[in-house]
């Protein structure tokens, strides 16, 4: 869907994107990650042919990035923004307008939206008049009412309530179900766990991890466990297959700890060693979250 | 090419949608009119007085006695009344005056009393009356003839301008030329500023709230500024043309029924080329708008608020400031100095000082063709540079703009 080939951008004071390439599989929700001024803003602007970029290319569906592709792209800028002094029903009309639709196709989809959201009585509204989150809905109204091939959604939860953002987010899900890419860009990792198929990390310029999210997290065990078990706290001496890296006493007479294997040893060896000595109630691979990963690797760089 | 029709066309329909717009529309000629009628009122009650005066003469020289004709309104009644008591009477009625001529009149004033302050016409027929009975009195106690005198005084020599053109003589109604001119002028540098600023004013707009991001990824930041500037600059023109409709209308009507003090200023009005003055007016104003509004955008796009905008409208306004003091206290008075061609042909004071010189004719045609041309040159220069700061200027936020800055995103790659 999307290629990205060794983008550089270079401002005047320092260089905001170096080196970095993607690829965005077709029908997937990409996330691009990063810290605050890491760059992502950047290169999503590059994608939507806001700036060009220093060196590299975009390539969308094969073909080299140019002007026609604008109108398949769908854009929600991390900074929200309409007219404020505009009715919310031409508004949106015009920018459809302006991504290439028909005044009557717009009208017609945009009642379909409204209706949807349950934003009827909005129609002749002044954005003015509209509260901060309901503005925001009519924001990813115009994004998506000329129903791009590819969604660019920067930071999208943010702004939202959480009734709100859960409402987006299945939006953004049945777009995607219905054949859509997502692109978007944040830095809250849970949403990325729920929501993305593949992501890319982007840190100080520099792109340092990328793949899908199973593959990431998957190379990122490292034989940790979790087992939790009932009765007496037991006391290790060394000879155990593993070793502690934390313990906690829970209610119930309940356990928990989280060790790491040593030695080549395996799950089956945890369980045969403790099996005679209590009662297990859980065993547990422990996968990193992406925070965590996001965490470790931007330390790593720092 | 499509888009920014939509642009241009958003652009206008918002403007002249609004209340303002149509106020204005209505508002300006009616106050125009109004004012012209409120002067054509007022210089006429001063001019004429409606009701009967009665001037009661004291003449305490007896030279003047029944020499005083009664006038239009205005009838003297001799009396002896002590002035004292005279005076008295003045306090209950308010046509009635009292002319005091004491014995020495050539060196003691001539006093006039009244109630209230008397109308210009009331003292100055007075003063007439008795400056020419004085005179006559004079010329008879030297032995002049003063049937003779009157009848030189019908010698009247009256100079009539007239300017040698190719096309023969006309009258050269100087001071019709010079109102013209300086209108002109005005309405020049007035609209130029007021639509220019309204584009500023759209691109901030724009940039605050952060609508800027979403329009520029459907549309080139070039198209969207070219789109605003033609928009803006058609409510412009649907401006003038509506007063120049409204204002047809207006004295066709006030022409029909009423004063000869209207037809009068028209009259002076049709020596002049309205065709051409009104054709070189569209052009100049067009022309300057496109120049100026470019810059006012990209002043709009390098600041954050309107506040911020002061340091970079003095220098951008100046030499149309310049120009406009100098057109309304010298140019005026020499519209083919060299000062006045000069500044008539540098694009960005053109517009104003053609104006000034359009009315008085006589432009040569290589001067116009020049000026015209340099017009033309001039806006394509402007909105280029324009642009360049434009499309850089609208994604900055935070960053406090000056000169150096501008001159830097100018020269940014896309």
């Known amino acids: 869907?999307?290629?990205?080939?060794?983008?550089?951008?270079?401002?005047?004071?320092?260089?905001?994107?170096?080196?970095?390439?993607?690829?965005?599989?077709?029908?997937?929700?990409?996330?691009?990650?990063?810290?605050?001024?890491?760059?992502?803003?950047?290169?999503?602007?590059?994608?939507?042919?806001?700036?060009?970029?220093?060196?590299?290319?975009?390539?969308?569906?094969?073909?080299?990035?140019?002007?026609?592709?604008?109108?398949?792209?769908?854009?929600?800028?991390?900074?929200?923004?309409?007219?404020?002094?505009?009715?919310?029903?031409?508004?949106?009309?015009?920018?459809?307008?302006?991504?290439?639709?028909?005044?009557?196709?717009?009208?017609?989809?945009?009642?379909?939206?409204?209706?949807?959201?349950?934003?009827?009585?909005?129609?002749?509204?002044?954005?003015?008049?509209?509260?901060?989150?309901?503005?925001?809905?009519?924001?990813?109204?115009?994004?998506?009412?000329?129903?791009?091939?590819?969604?660019?959604?920067?930071?999208p939860f943010s702004g939202f309530d959480p009734v709100n953002a859960e409402l987006i987010k299945d939006e953004i899900l049945e777009l995607n179900r219905k054949g859509a890419t997502i692109l978007f860009s944040t830095h809250r990792m849970e949403s990325v766990e729920e929501l993305c198929d593949s992501i890319a990390l982007i840190h100080k310029s520099h792109k340092i991890l990328d793949g899908r999210v199973k593959h990431i997290r998957n190379s990122y065990k490292n034989e940790t466990y979790l087992v939790e078990y009932t009765g007496e706290p037991l006391a290790f001496d060394g000879s155990q297959p593993f070793d502690i890296i934390s313990e906690l006493a829970g209610e119930d007479n309940s356990n928990t700890i989280k060790l790491k294997l040593n030695n080549s040893n395996t799950a089956n060896d945890v369980l045969q060693y403790l099996l005679p000595k209590t009662r297990i109630n859980m065993l547990q691979e422990v996968i990193p979250s992406m925070n965590e990963i996001f965490i470790e690797k931007v330390n790593l760089i720092a | 090419m499509n888009k920014i029709l939509l642009i241009i066309q958003r652009e206008y329909v918002t403007r002249v949608r609004k209340k303002a717009f149509l106020i204005m529309m209505f508002a300006v000629p009616l106050l125009l009119a109004g004012m012209t009628a409120l002067i054509a009122y007022v210089a006429k009650d001063n001019n004429q007085i409606t009701k009967p005066q009665i001037v009661k003469v004291i003449d305490e020289s007896h030279l003047f006695e029944g020499k005083l004709k009664n006038a239009k309104n205005i009838q003297f009644i001799p009396t002896n009344e002590p002035i004292e008591k005279a005076k008295q009477e003045l306090?209950?009625?308010?046509?009635?005056?009292?002319?005091?001529?004491?014995?020495?009149?050539?060196?003691?004033?001539?006093?006039?009393?009244?109630?209230?302050?008397?109308?210009?016409?009331?003292?100055?027929?007075?003063?007439?009356?008795?400056?020419?009975?004085?005179?006559?009195?004079?010329?008879?106690?030297?032995?002049?003839?003063?049937?003779?005198l009157n009848q030189a005084k019908k010698n009247r020599v009256n100079v009539s301008a007239m300017e040698v053109t190719e096309a023969g003589t006309k009258d050269a109604n100087v001071g019709a030329s010079m109102g013209v001119g300086i209108a002109c002028a005005i309405l020049i540098y007035m609209s130029l500023f007021i639509y220019g600023a309204q584009v500023m004013r759209g691109v901030i707009e724009e940039k605050t709230s952060r609508i800027i991001e979403v329009i520029i990824s459907s549309v080139k930041p070039f198209q969207l500024m070219l789109g605003k500037i033609i928009g803006v600059g058609l409510v412009g023109l649907t401006q003038f043309t509506a007063?120049?409709?409204?204002?047809?209308?207006?004295?066709?009507?006030?022409?029909?029924?009423?004063?000869?003090?209207?037809?009068?200023?028209?009259?002076?009005?049709?020596?002049?080329?309205?065709?051409?003055?009104?054709?070189?007016?569209?052009?100049?104003?067009?022309?300057?708008?496109?120049?100026?509004?470019?810059?006012?955008?990209?002043?709009?796009?390098?600041?954050?608020?309107?506040?911020?905008?002061?340091?970079?409208?003095?220098?951008?306004?100046?030499?149309?400031?310049?120009?406009?003091?100098?057109?309304?206290?010298?140019?005026?008075?020499?519209?083919?100095?060299?000062?006045?061609?000069?500044?008539s042909i540098i694009p960005f004071t053109a517009p104003v000082a053609m104006m000034v010189r359009i009315p008085f004719g006589g432009v040569p045609d290589w001067q116009l063709g020049l000026s015209m041309f340099m017009m033309v040159v001039g806006f394509l220069f402007t909105t280029y540079v324009a642009a360049r700061i434009y499309r850089v200027g609208i994604l900055m936020y935070g960053k406090k703009a000056s000169f150096k800055e501008l001159s830097k995103w100018f020269f940014y790659k896309e």
């Open chain 2, 91 to 148: 306090k209950d009625n308010e046509d009635l005056s009292v002319l005091l001529i004491s014995k020495d009149y050539a060196h003691k004033p001539v006093q006039f009393f009244s109630k209230k302050k008397p109308s210009f016409t009331l003292t100055g027929e007075v003063e007439n009356q008795m400056n020419e009975i004085a005179s006559t009195n004079t010329m008879l106690a030297n032995h002049i003839d003063t049937a003779l």
């Open chain 1, 1 to 155: 869907m999307l290629s990205i080939r060794n983008i550089v951008k270079q401002y005047a004071g320092h260089r905001a994107l170096n080196d970095v390439s993607l690829e965005v599989e077709s029908g997937k929700i990409f996330g691009l990650l990063g810290p605050n001024g890491a760059g992502k803003t950047s290169l999503i602007r590059i994608i939507n042919q806001i700036t060009a970029p220093d060196s590299g290319e975009v390539y969308f569906n094969g073909e080299k990035l140019n002007q026609s592709h604008i109108e398949r792209i769908g854009y929600l800028p991390e900074e929200r923004g309409l007219y404020k002094k505009m009715e919310i029903g031409e508004q949106m009309i015009y920018l459809a307008r302006l991504k290439g639709l028909t005044r009557d196709d717009a009208t017609k989809k945009l009642k379909f939206w409204f209706e949807k959201l349950g934003m009827e009585t909005w129609w002749k509204k002044k954005i003015e008049e509209l509260s901060k989150g309901m503005q925001q809905k009519a924001q990813f109204v115009a994004t998506v009412l000329h129903e791009p091939d590819l969604i660019i959604l920067d930071e």
């Open chain 2, 243 to 343: 007063w120049i409709v409204l204002s047809i209308i207006a004295t066709k009507f006030a022409g029909n029924n009423s004063s000869s003090g209207i037809m009068g200023a028209l009259q002076t009005l049709q020596t002049i080329p309205v065709g051409y003055v009104l054709g070189c007016f569209l052009f100049y104003f067009i022309t300057g708008y496109l120049l100026y509004s470019a810059l006012f955008a990209a002043v709009g796009s390098a600041v954050d608020s309107e506040t911020e905008t002061q340091q970079f409208m003095f220098p951008i306004t100046l030499p149309l400031l310049f120009t406009y003091i100098l057109s309304v206290s010298v140019l005026f008075q020499a519209p083919d100095s060299p000062l006045a061609v000069w500044l």
